[in-house]
T-cell receptor, first 115, second 116 residues
Framework: QKEVEQNSGPLSVPEGAIASLNCTYS??????FFWYRQYSGKSPELIMS????GDKEDGRFTAQLNKASQYVSLLIRDSQPSDSATYLC???????????????FGQGTTLQVKP | DAGVIQSPRHEVTEMGQEVTLRCKPI?????LFWYRQTMMRGLELLIY????????DSGMPEDRFSAKMPNASFSTLKIQPSEPRDSAVYFC??????????????FGPGTRLTVT
């Protein structure tokens, strides 16, 4: 089992719809969770971080965390063609010997928003 | 504020040559990460430093790869000798490293390496 799993997609949604991107992780004691957006040919860009169970909203983006189910998701409301990109989920485990900030990345989900 | 700076942005070299990639992290960040990204393998962590000290180099593919961080504002990733299978995009990222509880990583623009 991979440490962080995402469906590679592509996930295709029409413009204006809600896009739902999902991520599961294997280490039950993981503490910090991040969503990155990567446009083709560009570097990953941090868009959301979440540390506590529940929802965190930032503009059209909502991150949801359920530690009991080891599940984190990203919702994009009113999807736009400019949201078309690959979305990477990243997880930081608990502080252990030698682990002072390493993130484990999923393979990413490709989102296509069609006009 | 300047983000993470990487150079060169593109590098084309012949098999067997030495390649040096450079990175300047965001000022004040304590942690620096080197990643490699390919279509087949996705984003792979090669090595990371905390306060200029290498913490985990388990992702370094083999002895041909080496990384240094001589000071808080500069790091290098060297490949010697280079091979065609090293062709990839290499990213450097930096992080506050836990100051105030933040482990968010910020990526540089990457170096696209092509080894022929």
């Amino acid at each position: 089992q991979k440490e962080v799993e995402q469906n590679s997609g592509p996930l295709s949604v029409p413009e204006g719809a809600i896009a739902s991107l999902n991520c599961t992780y294997s280490d039950r004691v993981s503490q910090s969770f991040f969503w990155y957006r990567q446009y083709s040919g560009k570097s990953p860009e941090l868009i959301m971080s979440i540390y506590s169970n529940g929802d965190k909203e930032d503009g059209r983006f909502t991150a949801q965390l359920n530690k009991a189910s080891q599940y984190v998701s990203l919702l994009i409301r009113d999807s736009q063609p400019s949201d078309s990109a690959t979305y990477l989920c990243a997880v930081k485990g608990p502080r252990r010997s030698g682990n002072t900030g390493k993130l484990i990345f999923g393979q990413g989900t490709t989102l296509q928003v069609k006009p | 504020d300047a983000g993470v700076i990487q150079s060169p942005r593109h590098e084309v070299t012949e098999m067997g040559q030495e390649v040096t990639l450079r990175c300047k992290p965001i000022s004040g960040h304590n942690s620096l990460f080197w990643y490699r990204q390919t279509m087949m393998r996705g984003l792979e962590l090669l090595i990371y430093f905390n306060n200029n000290v290498p913490i985990d180099d388990s992702g370094m593919p083999e002895d041909r790869f080496s990384a240094k961080m001589p000071n808080a504002s500069f790091s290098t990733l060297k490949i010697q000798p280079s091979e065609p299978r090293d062709s990839a995009v290499y990213f450097c990222a930096s992080s506050p490293g836990g100051t105030g509880g933040s482990y968010e990583q910020y990526f540089g623009p990457g170096t696209r390496l092509t080894v022929t």
